[in-house]
């Protein structure tokens, strides 16, 4: 141990002696040529630590620029997320308003309906019958043969009830059949459904004129609809001399494919169902 602390001791000594002489000589520019040396010899290494450092210290804020950047791209979806459902309720209040008015319209232009709004919460399936399925049932004062509507115009009637819920036959179902006339020259005939096809009316005088773009409305013989609801427009008019009547397409003013709200016509008691 001794050893070691002598070569430590003596270490020292050379340091500080170094240290001073190059206090003392620095001044009178004996030392130039070795600091030169010295110089040229660390430069290169001081240019690397140098640039070391640099890289690092840029490596070191680009992380945190990152990390801001991240979070702020995290918070503009969090946002864009926000105005998106923002923007999807606004529209859908807007399209259950401009339900709501024309509902509102329809009942002061009709103010002898008693009217029942119900929610569409199902339909067929399959689409060989054509139904929907509306939250309003028995419990609603709703009953087997009322009339079902919009504003636009017929959509079928009640053929089912259930204590909080009700099966309604769309116009279009193959077994549906409506008493109607043309609203220009008062033809009547009966309007039966085609599924898929859409609507057509038949047993029109082969006399009566008919042509594309008169409006359909029901005629209320037989006591089953009410009269003068709108039932469509006619679409194409299939004449033959050899046959007894005339028969034309229909289209019906209600896209039954985008029912959601419906009137029920609760004040009106079909003759085939009436007690």
């Not at 050379?14 to 206090?23: D, E, P, Q």
């Not at 680009?62 to 801001?68: F, G, I």
């Not at 038949?202 to 005629?219: F, H, K, M, N, P």
Request: hydrophobic share 45%; glycine share 8%.
């Amino acid at each position: 141990m001794s050893v070691l602390q002598n070569r430590s001791k003596a270490l020292t000594l050379l340091l500080v002696i170094g240290l001073l002489g190059g206090i003392v000589l620095h001044p009178t520019g004996y030392l130039q040529p070795v600091e030169n040396v010295v110089f040229t010899v660390l430069a290169p290494l001081q240019y690397s630590f140098h640039w070391i450092s640099v890289r690092i210290a840029h490596g070191v804020q680009t992380l945190r620029d990152l990390r801001t950047l991240q979070s702020r791209i995290q918070e503009l979806q969090d946002t864009v997320d926000r105005l998106m459902i923002e923007n999807v309720r606004l529209r859908e209040a807007e399209i259950e308003r401009t339900i709501l008015r024309e509902q509102l319209q329809f009942k002061l232009a009709n103010p002898t309906y008693e009217l029942l709004a119900a929610e569409v919460i199902g339909r067929d399936p399959s689409n060989l019958l054509q139904y929907i399925i509306i939250d309003r049932g028995a419990n609603d004062g709703v009953a087997v043969g009322m009339p079902v509507v919009t504003a636009r115009g017929l959509v079928g009637r009640v053929t089912s009830v259930y204590p909080q819920s009700a099966r309604v036959m769309l116009l279009t179902d193959p077994a549906s059949s409506v008493n109607a006339l043309i609203q220009s020259s008062r033809a009547t005939g009966v309007v039966q459904g085609q599924g898929q096809r859409g609507l057509v009316m038949r047993y029109i005088e082969q006399s009566e004129q008919v042509a594309v773009g008169d409006i359909v409305l029901t005629s209320g013989l037989g006591g089953n609809f009410p009269k003068r609801l709108v039932i469509g427009q006619v679409t194409a008019v299939k004449r033959n001399d050899v046959e007894m009547f005339q028969e034309v397409q229909v289209q019906s003013a209600v896209r039954f494919d985008r029912l959601e709200i419906v009137l029920v016509v609760q004040n009106f008691v079909p003759i085939d169902y009436a007690p």
